[in-house]
């Protein structure tokens, strides 16, 4: 069961919330600006976030015409008629006819749009002190909650056991009516990691298992991860609402009578979305948008995640391509009882 190869993975503690991070929503700190020579004139297109609420991206387009004098009917039947020749009453050349022409020039053309992106996720930092990197298994008492992790990084600092202090950046997810608060309070991170070889403990009693070097491979001072089984899940069919999922065990009556079923943090999937408008001269314009596949949520009955939004890109102009989805196809993760700990 243990071998230098393979070290134990022990229980090291729940990461510590430590402070809030960005919605992913948040296009605050974002703006495009596009502008391009046309025949007549320029396009300006200015991408924006509004100040409140956030969530809400605008989009303001501006069609510059150019600055050249032209003809316009002031006055008689064809009032406000542009050109040499405006019809028959008003505004002949005839300076007898009803009417007087004068120079003008053309006004630009203004648009503005917006569309709204969805509040449903947002970065958490988090501690946890751990020998060597953790792995991360994720439980939630509300199914409308669930985690990533996003970054792992080691602080340069030590905990209070002597061992390094390392650095989480999680994504809470939320659905419906839960929001990031709701998240925080219903999420536990559960930290898994290798024990260190040099421990060994000043009381008199338990076990430990040792290798030729004498280096601790476990001791029963640490819990060790103790997988209940292993769940097979894709997004390939049935989206992320409704995936397709299997376990080695042959059913899913194990995790179901689980008390506190959690994941391990995995990878799970992106795609890229477009949001695109449809000005009143003819236009399509189009942000696109990188969305990952975040934090399954256990509904008491099977594995479920949704899509967020994390990323606004430079791109604008017109498109016809659509959403383009990246999906690792089957993934293996492993699943634990969070009340074993």
Known sequence: MFSDNTPSMAYMGDAVWSSWGEKTYDTGKRQIHY???????????????????????????????????????????????????????????DPCASGYWEFYYPPDYTWSGSATLSDNARMANYTVESYDRPTLFVYSTNASCGANVVKVTDSGSTGPSGYKVWNLVIMLTYTGSATDSTAKSSVRLLCFGKIDPTYYAATSHGMAIHNASAATMFHSDFEPCKVKDILNIS??????????????????????????????????????????????????????FTEV???????????VASYVSIDLSSHNGTSSSGDVFYEPGAINIPIIDADDY
């Not at 303001?60 to 032209?70: G, L, N």
């Not at 975040?294 to 509904?299: E, K, N, S």
Request: proline letters at 3%; charged letters at 15%; a positive charge.
């Open 293 to 303: 596949v975040a934090g399954l949520r256990w509904t008491g009955s099977k594995w």
């Open 35 to 93: 502008q391009a020579e046309l025949v007549s004139g320029y396009a300006r297109y200015d991408f924006y976030a509004n100040v409140s609420p956030k969530n809400v991206i605008g989009i303001s387009v501006v069609q510059k015409q150019p600055q050249a004098m032209r003809w316009r009917c002031v006055g008689g039947w064809n009032a406000g008629c542009c050109g040499y020749y405006c019809g028959y009453y008003g505004c002949w050349w």
């Open 235 to 288: 997004f390939a069919t049935g989206g992320v609402t409704n995936p397709t999922q299997s376990y080695m065990s042959g059913s899913s009556s194990t995790t179901a009578a689980l008390n506190e079923p959690a994941h391990q943090a995995v990878e799970l999937g992106r795609r890229r979305l477009e949001v695109g408008w449809n000005i009143a001269i003819g236009w399509n314009i189009y942000m696109r």
